[in-house]
C-alpha cells in the first residue's frame, strides 16, 4: 500500500518558519516526483513546489519563490518543505503528492494545516 504522510505544520507568526516532512512508503521512492500543493480556506487547491528524481531539480510556485525550499533525502524516503518569511496568505493545507515523469500526481498525502498570523 502506498502511503505519504505529512507533518510540520502548524501556528506560527508572520515571519516565522516551519518545516513540513512527507514520509513516503509503499513505492520506489527514487523514482518519484514529489510534489507540494495547498489549499487556502475556500479556494481551489494550487500547486506550490516540486522535487524530480534523478536530478532533484526544484520547481516553485512564484509567491514562494525565495521563501520556500524543497528538497529530498532518498535514503529516508521523505521530501521536505521549508518554509521562511511565512505571510497569512501561506495559510492553507498543506499536501504533499508523487508522479512518475510527466504523468499526473498519483498518490495524496492526507495534509497538514499552516496557519500564519499577522
Known amino acids: 500500500e502506498v502511503q505519504l504522510q505529512a507533518s510540520g505544520g502548524g501556528l506560527v507568526q508572520a515571519g516565522g518558519s516551519l518545516r513540513l516532512s512527507c514520509v513516503v512508503s509503499?513505492?520506489?521512492?527514487?523514482?518519484?516526483?514529489i510534489g507540494w500543493f495547498r489549499q487556502a480556506p475556500g479556494k481551489e487547491r494550487e500547486w506550490a513546489a516540486c522535487i524530480n528524481s534523478g536530478d532533484s531539480k526544484a520547481y516553485y510556485m512564484d509567491s514562494v519563490k525565495g521563501r520556500f525550499t524543497i528538497s529530498r533525502d532518498n535514503a529516508k524516503g521523505t521530501t521536505y518543505l521549508q518554509m521562511s518569511n511565512l505571510k497569512p496568505e501561506d495559510t492553507a493545507v498543506y499536501y504533499c503528492?508523487?508522479?512518475?515523469?510527466?504523468?499526473?500526481?498519483?498518490?495524496w498525502g492526507q495534509g497538514t494545516l499552516v496557519t500564519v498570523s499577522s
Open positions: 503528492a508523487s508522479k512518475i515523469g510527466n504523468g499526473p500526481y498519483e498518490f
Open positions: 509503499g513505492l520506489d521512492f527514487d523514482d518519484y516526483a
